[in-house]
């Protein structure tokens, strides 16, 4: 059993930037796989960014190519998302996720196990 805890969310305007942090625990941290997730209200939830085990590896959606980044600290049982250039499409439901992973990243959301309880975000015009 993993738990998830996302910190980090709240109201930013439009250029702004925000820090999403998510603590694991209960687990060897550095087994899993991370990623972020987001759902906007009426629409499902889609992939924002995921990271390797190691860290050495990670992807990210092409609406937040260039914005946002995904980091983690195994040390610390960390992984975080720094968002910057935020625009009002970026409100969502953040939720951060955990699978056990050999290799590389998941972007699929029914391959994860494991869930954080989310972090509101929304950006303001």
């Known amino acids: 059993q993993v738990q998830l805890v996302e910190s980090g969310g709240g109201l930013v305007q439009a250029g702004g930037s925000l820090r999403l942090s998510c603590a694991a625990s209960?687990?060897?941290?550095?087994?899993?796989?991370m990623g972020w997730f987001r759902q906007a209200p009426g629409k499902e939830r889609e992939f924002v960014a995921a990271?390797?085990?190691?860290?050495?590896?990670?992807n990210s959606a092409d609406s937040v190519k260039g914005r946002f980044a995904i980091s983690r600290d195994n040390a610390k049982n960390m992984v975080y998302l720094q968002m910057n250039s935020l625009k009002p499409e970026d409100t969502a439901v953040y939720y951060c996720?955990?699978?056990?992973?050999?290799?590389?990243?998941?972007?699929?959301?029914?391959?994860?196990?494991?869930w954080g309880q989310g972090t509101q975000v929304t950006v303001s015009s």
């Open positions: 996720a955990a699978v056990l992973r050999t290799l590389g990243v998941v972007v699929s959301p029914n391959a994860y196990t494991y």
């Open positions: 990271i390797s085990r190691s860290g050495r590896i990670t």
């Open positions: 209960g687990r060897t941290f550095s087994d899993y796989a």
